[in-house]
């Protein structure tokens, strides 16, 4: 949820209010697919479809593009690996009355690491992330600088930043307990008391130990010089992991067991699911 429920307020902010999902056939797919359609729900939007393509290395997603609804302003997407460059190459050629906006959720289609590939592709597709890569931060600019010298020809990807975030996390948790890693409880409670500031902004722990920490949604952009880049659209400050729900709520939506529930489904539904 600390992805799925900052983009799906950020899209209905938008004025957008029909989402198509196109989420992979395993579990993280269908994870994510209920996530989204629940956040959207729960502001006032609406699902007019779901669809699944097979995962991994599905070739083709033309079948899926030439029935897309045209009544979606949005289409929710979670296609990681080369699955996502395909999807985003194919979506390109998409011939429909209407091109809704793309959604990629976790930014698994629009890491940097694919941008060479997709090319204007990538163009308008909104992604979100826990790594900002329009950060100016001192910190942010430091390690892109370093990793520049040391890869110039290997781009800043969103695993790259994130392994760092974590290498920052547990300097300050052994910094805390003083090196002494001996101490198994202690350095749990250093870990579980942590508030440090990483390259992708501020981190803690909420008291079930998950995650709160800032979401970024962006626009995947043409810059002037031709290269493809970002624009930030938003940042959500110290999102839990839970969003804007709470766990007892998400463990009855079970996600990743609603696979095709979401088209009508409507808001009250949802809030006798879960609970409003």
Request: hydrophobic share 50%.
């Given at each position: 949820?600390?992805?799925?429920?900052p983009m799906a307020a950020?899209?209905?902010k938008q004025g957008y209010r029909k989402a198509s999902l196109m989420t992979f056939d395993q579990v993280g797919g269908l994870e994510a697919a209920d996530l989204f359609a629940a956040a959207f729900l729960k502001q006032g939007g609406s699902i007019v479809q779901e669809q699944h393509p097979p995962f991994p290395n599905n070739p083709d997603f033309g079948p899926y593009l030439a029935q897309l609804d045209q009544s979606a302003d949005?289409?929710?997407t979670f296609e990681p690996g080369i699955d996502g460059l395909r999807f985003a190459q194919q979506f390109q050629n998409y011939t429909g009355a209407k091109k809704p906006r793309v959604l990629d959720m976790a930014g698994v289609v629009t890491d940097p690491s694919n941008l060479s590939q997709?090319?204007?592709a990538a163009v308008g597709i909104v992604g979100a992330q826990i790594?900002?890569?329009t950060a100016s931060s001192p910190d942010y600019q430091a390690m892109a600088k370093a990793w520049k010298a040391k890869y110039p020809d290997?781009?800043?990807?969103?695993?790259a930043i994130n392994a760092y975030a974590s290498a920052q996390i547990l300097a300050a948790v052994f910094q805390k307990v003083n090196g002494n890693v001996e101490d198994k409880q202690g350095l749990l409670n250093a870990l579980y008391g942590i508030d440090v500031t990483t390259v992708r902004g501020p981190f803690k722990l909420d008291s079930n130990h998950e995650p709160i920490?800032?979401?970024y949604i962006y626009d995947t952009v043409k810059e002037q010089d031709g290269s493809i880049g970002y624009k930030n659209l938003e940042s959500v400050p110290m999102v839990p992991q839970n969003g804007s729900f709470t766990f007892q709520q998400l463990q009855k939506l079970k996600p990743g067991t609603n696979k095709g529930k979401w088209p009508g489904f409507t808001k009250t539904q949802l809030d006798q699911l879960i609970g409003s």
């Open positions: 949820m600390a992805l799925a429920d950020w899209a209905y949005v289409m929710f997709l090319k204007d790594a900002d890569y290997r781009p800043l990807s969103a695993n920490q800032n979401s």
